[in-house]
């Protein structure tokens, strides 16, 4: 992909247009930014090494732009291009384009895959929409094909369709961003006029043209498709209208279909219950919008064998974030769902079904990529374990994932910004999992059942879904109010005012009954005897840390910033990590915050880091070796956190400390950008403490001289199970093994704690065990201080301790430590739980 740099003055001129554009397209562009110098009494200025620094970071031999404002940046650029070989200065092409207009047309037709010189001529042109609204006749350049010439093959039958347009305002910036990428996705000439407005036909792959049609609500267009996938080009693209571009302002269309008949009274549905609860909302209707693969002939079938390696690269990345955030949000227990869709992507034989259609049948990517996933879905359909069959959702969930990437369309939007009740056919695991269950307050669909993924996450997001719902329900428009009861499988649609009464009544002695369990949640976690021990929450975003005050959170225990480094192109820069932490930091409210530095490595690879194959990745270079090994990345870092700490509660922690000289030289590393920070006279918190996480066995040996160096150990039960017992928490064969509660599990958290309380040190844990009420009186009694899980198991943690007195967590405890297994331990505290 072509990728762009934006060279400003300002760094707040040049992060605003950043920022519009990642929306406009999504964040599917290569883009760096390198505006304004290091001087703040005047912050105003190009600098040549920041252009050349940003050219790097996007640099591909595809080709980069730069596009510049005045003066100075013009030299900047021209100065950075010195730095660069000869070979990367033929791909880095300067740009006249006007920066803000062009910096959007540029973007959207990089993000469709055009080349350098078509990414060049739209930014060159990207004042002809303004001008043209202006009545101001500029010329406009002609757009290149791939060849360098402008193409029609008149030899291909043309087809056509009027589309009337339903969106507010119309064609705005992101919709047309969306028709262009769209129709850029397809061979046939895609062309498009506005018959309302009477203007001339104009490219459909060039967001340029389509702005100047000056498209508006109810204006009617005619849109054309020349070539031999006219069809399918067309079915997108009035899929895209169908959808309103999956914007959630619905307007009520100018030409609507004919009317559902249920309005015309208050219709009672029934499906299947699968996660209880009440909900009352309007309905936000979710329409997949199946892929149309196209297949076809390759000649290069090492180019398409590249393409779906790359594809399942990507994938990995998304699953990796997406597995992180769900641990945060639903524990590791259920989030272990996208484990198994790893491993699907690192299946071997899989693999070698996709290459064997590519290289002995010439099949492209898509279409050899869908022909496994179809044989493999039937494969579990023909079953006869039920549960067994269900797994076909995970099969075509990671399959639309990888075709997506292959076909580079975006994720549906699935969050509204008001609370709804979202309806769709079916959810995969992934879909459910993006849910915010502030948002989403209920879930309907016609397929499913209760045994599945989706319906899993959805118990532990919280949210009430019925599946199994009658397909009329599909039929109801956006905004339609409905109820639906999770308990009994019910939906009512557009309850008459009395049912409402009834229905609302329900709905809230349901949301008291579940106020009355989570009484104690904001009370502080208090033994019968007094004792106190701290609740934290894990998250992984502002949201995360929201939802954690609402669920009792005292603060949080372990903030995952890799989440930061894992959703984008490119590393996150100071300003915008100092932008998260803040903000964080504001919600709180002067609760405690602990931040853990980058844990990414062979398991977590970051998308934009060239990081080695590891046969092991659990035992390669990942956390804090990483992090030493990369100053640049690391001291960014730190710098933001530093900065963060200035009139707030915030601590660090470093990850996968396994020897005294690691914590020594990160602290080092700290010492420098904090010596740094007091010469720049910028604040920060000189008290701010510094801990470690004891995940790794001989950090537990050398607990006692880490002790001397850190203000807290943090015990991370997930990492520490599977290197005490050595096996692998995501191979389905040993996995059991790793069990926190197993008795050598528990004599390491003894001795960890044991030496940081001899080193007069707080310590805490933020491991998933935490959640599993078994462990609670085992975890009191081995004396932490803290705990921190994920928000909605803090309720129940503390329910349980309040019902626990420390003479019996202690005494718990030791019987636990004499035991020799696992599942005698939990025996152990049920039979003490009971009789007590």
């Given at each position: 992909m072509v990728g762009i740099i934006i060279v400003s003055h300002s760094f707040q001129l040049a992060q605003g247009i950043r920022d519009l554009v990642t929306q406009m397209v999504q964040g599917k562009v290569f883009l760096a930014v390198a505006a304004g110098i290091d001087d703040p009494d005047n912050p105003l200025g190009t600098d040549a090494m920041q252009v050349y620094e940003a050219i790097t970071s996007v640099y591909s031999d595809e080709g980069v732009i730069v596009l510049m404002d005045l003066g100075s940046a013009l030299m900047s650029a021209e100065m950075a291009l010195e730095f660069l070989t000869q070979e990367q200065?033929?791909?880095?092409?300067?740009?006249?384009?006007?920066?803000?207009?062009?910096?959007?047309?540029?973007?959207?037709?990089?993000?469709?895959?055009?080349?350098?010189?078509?990414?060049?001529?739209?930014?060159?042109?990207?004042?002809?929409?303004?001008?043209?609204?202006?009545?101001?006749?500029?010329?406009?350049?002609?757009?290149?094909?791939?060849?360098?010439?402008?193409?029609?093959?008149?030899?291909?039958?043309?087809?056509?369709?009027?589309?009337?347009?339903?969106?507010?305002?119309?064609?705005?910036?992101?919709?047309?961003?969306?028709?262009?990428?769209?129709?850029?996705?397809?061979?046939?000439?895609?062309?498009?006029?506005?018959?309302?407005?009477g203007t001339e036909a104009v490219r459909g792959d060039s967001i340029n043209q389509v702005a100047t049609l000056g498209v508006r609500q109810g204006h009617e267009l005619?849109?054309?498709?020349?070539?031999?996938?006219?069809?399918?080009?067309?079915?997108?693209?009035?899929?895209?209208?169908?959808?309103?571009?999956?914007?959630?302002?619905?307007?009520?269309?100018?030409?609507?279909?004919?009317?559902?008949?249920?309005?015309i009274s208050?219709?009672?549905?029934?499906?299947?219950?699968?996660?209880?609860?009440?909900?009352?909302?309007?309905?936000?209707?979710?329409?997949s919008t199946p892929l149309i693969i196209q297949q076809y002939h390759v000649d290069?079938?090492?180019?398409?064998?590249?393409?779906?390696?790359?594809?399942?690269?990507?994938?990995?990345?998304?699953?990796?974030?997406?597995?992180?955030?769900?641990?945060?949000?639903?524990?590791?227990?259920?989030?272990?769902?996208?484990?198994?869709?790893?491993?699907?992507?690192e299946d071997p034989v899989l693999i070698e079904q996709v290459h064997q259609r590519i290289f002995t049948q010439h099949l492209n990517a898509e279409a050899a990529w869908q022909a496994v996933?179809?044989?493999l879905a039937n494969n579990y359909r023909r079953l006869e374990d039920s549960y067994l069959q269900e797994r076909v959702a995970d099969v075509i969930d990671v399959g639309q994932r990888v075709q997506r990437l292959l076909t580079g369309n975006e994720p549906s939007q699935l969050n509204s910004t008001e609370?709804?009740?979202?309806?769709?056919?079916?959810?995969t695991p992934s879909d459910t999992a993006r849910l915010n269950p502030t948002q989403v307050l209920g879930i309907c669909t016609t397929s499913g059942s209760a045994t599945s993924h989706s319906a899993m996450i959805a118990r532990s997001l919280g949210i009430p879904e019925v599946v199994g719902v009658p397909n009329e329900i599909l039929q109801l428009a956006n905004g339609t109010l409905i109820a639906l009861d999770g308990e009994t499988g019910e939906v009512w649609i557009e309850p008459h005012p009395d049912i409402l009464a009834t229905l609302n009544a329900k709905r809230d002695a349901w949301q008291a009954a579940q106020k009355f369990v989570f009484a104690g949640t904001h009370e502080l976690a208090m033994t019968r005897d007094g004792q106190r021990i701290s609740v934290f929450a894990n998250i992984g975003s502002i949201s995360d840390a929201k939802l954690a005050l609402s669920c009792g959170a005292e603060g949080v225990g372990l903030f995952r910033t890799e989440f930061l480094y894992l959703q984008q192109a490119n590393a996150p820069s100071e300003e915008e990590q100092l932008a998260v932490y803040q903000a964080i930091a504001q919600v709180l409210d002067q609760r405690p915050l602990i931040i853990r530095t980058l844990d990414v490595g062979g398991d977590k690879p970051l998308p934009y880091f060239d990081m080695p194959s590891e046969t092991n990745p659990f035992l390669g270079w990942r956390g804090i070796r990483m992090c030493l090994a990369h100053p640049d990345i690391f001291k960014t870092q730190l710098r933001a956190i530093c900065r963060a700490s200035a009139g707030n509660q915030i601590k660090i922690m470093f990850p996968m400390i396994a020897t005294v000289e690691e914590v020594q030289a990160a602290k080092v590393f700290l010492m420098e950008v904090q010596a740094e920070l007091r010469q720049e006279n910028i604040p920060f918190d000189e008290a701010m403490e510094v801990g470690i996480m004891v995940e790794v066995p001989s950090a537990v040996t050398l607990a006692d001289r880490l002790a001397k160096e850190v203000d807290f150990f943090s015990i991370g039960t997930n990492d520490l199970?599977?290197?005490?017992?050595?096996?692998?928490?995501?191979?389905?064969?040993?996995?059991?093994?790793?069990?926190?509660?197993?008795?050598?599990?528990?004599?390491?958290?003894?001795?960890?704690?044991?030496?940081?309380?001899?080193?007069?040190?707080?310590?805490?844990?933020?491991?998933?065990?935490?959640?599993?009420?078994?462990?609670?009186?085992?975890?009191?009694?081995?004396?932490?201080?803290?705990?921190?899980?994920?928000?909605?198991?803090?309720?129940?943690?503390?329910?349980?301790i309040v019902e626990l007195t420390v003479i019996e967590a202690k005494a718990i405890a030791t019987f636990a430590l004499q035991q020799d297994t696992a599942s005698q331990v939990r025996d152990l505290v049920t039979s003490s739980l009971r009789s007590s």
């Open positions: 200065r033929h791909n880095v092409h300067l740009c006249e384009a006007p920066l803000v207009e062009g910096t959007m047309a540029a973007a959207v037709a990089a993000a469709s895959g055009c080349n350098v010189e078509q990414v060049m001529a739209e930014a060159r042109g990207a004042l002809v929409a303004k001008a043209t609204q202006l009545g101001i006749v500029i010329s406009q350049p002609s757009l290149v094909t791939s060849e360098g010439e402008m193409t029609n093959d008149l030899s291909q039958v043309t087809h056509e369709i009027h589309i009337i347009v339903n969106n507010r305002l119309g064609l705005h910036a992101r919709p047309a961003s969306r028709f262009v990428a769209t129709a850029a996705r397809f061979q046939s000439q895609i062309k498009v006029k506005n018959l309302t407005k005619a849109i054309t498709a020349t070539g031999f996938d006219a069809n399918e080009a067309l079915a997108a693209l009035q899929a895209l209208f169908k959808s309103n571009f999956g914007e959630i302002e619905f307007a009520h269309p100018i030409a609507p279909d004919p009317p559902f008949s249920l309005s208050s219709s009672h549905l029934k499906g299947i219950p699968v996660s209880p609860g009440m909900a009352i909302a309007p309905v936000f209707l979710h329409h290069d079938v090492e180019g398409e064998s590249q393409r779906v390696h790359i594809a399942f690269q990507k994938a990995q990345q998304e699953i990796q974030a997406l597995l992180s955030e769900a641990s945060t949000q639903i524990g590791d227990a259920e989030a272990a769902i996208f484990d198994a869709h790893l491993l699907f992507l996933i179809d044989e609370p709804v009740i979202l309806i769709a056919s079916e959810l199970s599977q290197y005490v017992m050595a096996c692998d928490r995501t191979n389905p064969r040993v996995a059991s093994l790793a069990d926190a509660l197993h008795p050598a599990v528990l004599h390491m958290i003894q001795q960890t704690v044991q030496a940081a309380h001899k080193a007069d040190i707080w310590v805490g844990l933020c491991g998933e065990v935490a959640a599993d009420l078994d462990a609670v009186p085992i975890l009191l009694g081995l004396g932490l201080d803290e705990i921190s899980l994920n928000p909605q198991a803090i309720p129940a943690f503390k329910s349980r």
